[in-house]
């Protein structure tokens, strides 16, 4: 067995492993769901979270959700090739692929964001959930 195949199935079994640190989300290849792009598939992912950033945008205030993944960049066990604007469910939410980076190490790192609006209230901002 080669180094590299060595690593690749270190990643899957042991990496990636939902017993300790990853777990499962659905990636949807094409930016969206009803075919948008290719089929949806649940994968293993190491998944941080980024400090919320609030954010001015043309239709009001928001904050700026922000994640990172390391996933394993092989289709059996992973992506092979992700894309910009690809989809990832996390905990039943939706997010958007803003940029990847491809690892040789067996592994791709995805920065995923997501935009809540926010209405404002009389004494501070809220999460406007409709």
């Not at 690593?7 to 640190?21: E, K, R, Y």
């Not at 954010?55 to 990172?68: N, W």
């Not at 690809?86 to 592994?107: K, L, Q």
Request: charged share 25%; proline share 4%; hydrophobic share 45%.
């Amino acid at each position: 067995m080669t180094l590299r195949a060595q690593i690749a199935a270190d990643v899957a079994n042991v990496v990636l492993n939902a017993a300790d640190f990853a777990e499962s989300v659905v990636y949807t290849p094409g930016g969206g769901p009803a075919g948008a792009g290719g089929a949806a598939v649940t994968i293993r992912a190491i998944v941080s979270y980024e400090p919320v950033a609030e954010t001015e945008q043309p239709d009001g205030r928001g904050t700026l959700r922000v994640a990172r993944l390391r996933i394993a960049a092989d289709a059996a066990n992973g992506v092979a090739e992700p894309a910009l604007h690809d989809v990832v469910e996390i905990a039943g939410v939706e997010w958007s692929v803003a940029e990847y980076r491809h690892g040789n190490t067996g592994m791709h790192e995805l920065v995923v964001q997501r935009f809540e609006s926010v209405e404002k209230s009389r004494r501070d901002y809220r999460l406007n959930r409709s």
